[in-house]
């Protein structure tokens, strides 16, 4: 299993940046997916979470809701997470994550796959 996030950068407050993680030695469309992030000093919390499916249940964190949005394409075994209106406590190091299964769970120890990361840096 491996995952590749792409996609971070710096970008002004109301600003949008796409992410994406492009997942290899799985299949996508079974598996849950989620991303989280760790801010510096902070502990890593959940942010979105997809689950597994032709299409997919979402979740999202009180943070991300109504601003951010989890999608995936099987076919390239990639998951996206759209984040629009960002706002500077949303830096953060973001990450992919799986584990087996397919429903969606937001406790961070029950992850067993973790891409590297990508920095998301939100300032003026």
């Known amino acids: 299993v491996q995952l590749v996030e792409s996609g971070g950068g710096s970008v002004q407050p109301g600003g949008s940046l796409r992410l994406s993680c492009a997942a290899s030695?799985?299949?996508?469309?079974?598996?849950?997916m989620t991303w989280f992030r760790q801010a510096p000093g902070k502990d890593r919390e959940f942010v979105a979470a997809?689950?597994?499916?032709?299409?997919?249940?979402?979740f999202y964190a009180d943070s991300a809701k109504g601003r951010f949005t989890i999608s995936k394409d099987n076919a390239k075994s990639t998951v996206y997470l759209q984040m629009n209106s960002l706002k500077p406590e949303d830096t953060a190091v973001y990450y992919c994550?799986?584990?087996?299964?397919?429903?969606?769970?937001?406790?961070?120890?029950?992850?067993?796959?973790w891409g590297q990361g990508t920095q998301v840096t939100v300032s003026s």
């Open positions: 994550a799986t584990r087996p299964g397919a429903l969606i769970g937001t406790t961070i120890g029950s992850y067993e796959f």
């Open positions: 030695g799985f299949p996508v469309e079974g598996a849950l």
């Open positions: 997809i689950s597994g499916g032709m299409v997919g249940s979402t």
